[in-house]
């Protein structure tokens, strides 16, 4: 682990959603050099898109981390397990090529996020689930491919997953159901996937090639989801 992540693996007590995000920037800028030797600086654009964009997260993270912290103080680690440490991410092989098998092709990310959001208005925990696992399901033929946009949607399946539980929680503590503070995290996800789209078209000639550019940078994110509904993703 170099020592842009040991700084950041800490365990999460507070302020989860940023360390989150100050992690994956570490991450992004180191691997943005070992792309760059090996692209020739084609990935560049990627990684300063990427970053931008994490860095202009970093306002609102800071926005819900203070929502989270009565509940933190209350002995509920809101958004820590919710959010996972980027520091579980794949080791990065600059040697490594494995060209996809699979053809590339296009991913209606409006229609799933149309869904979504609709659900999101109507607080149905479970069509949001429903409809996350079915882009996954999609998603699931490309692997080598979309993989920030996948990011992005497990994401919001882990969010709508411990939703319950942390209204559970909250009632047994006697505290406010965070529940909108959780469908608005997951409504701020749905406006990155315009970003997350784009950074996948670009990122498609590089990893044509066999180059693993963010699909070796980002984690599995409901690989300790033990549901029932995520059976048809392994």
Known sequence: MTSA??????????????????ESIAINKERKKAYAEITNGRSDKI?????????????????????ALSYQKNGMDLFCHEFMSMIRSPEFDSLTRIIPKEQFRPFDWQFYKGR????????????VKRTAVEALIELKSQPKYYCFSRHLIESIYRFAHFIPLRSQ?????????????????????LLG?????????WAQPIQMSGIPILCSEIPDLLFDLNNPDLKVLK
């Open 116 to 127: 979504i959001s609709d659900a999101l208005k109507h607080k149905d925990v479970n069509e």
């Open 47 to 67: 990684f300063n898109l990427l970053i931008g964009y994490e860095y202009l997260s970093l306002a609102p993270a800071a926005f819900f981390d203070l929502q």
């Open 193 to 201: 996937l315009k970003d997350s789209y784009r950074i996948d078209l």
């Open 169 to 189: 929680q909250a009632a047994e503590m006697e505290l406010k159901d965070p529940e909108n503070i959780m469908f608005n995290v997951m409504k701020l996800h």
């Open 5 to 22: 992540f040991a700084a950041y693996a800490k365990s999460y007590d507070s302020f989860c959603f940023q360390a989150h995000i100050r």
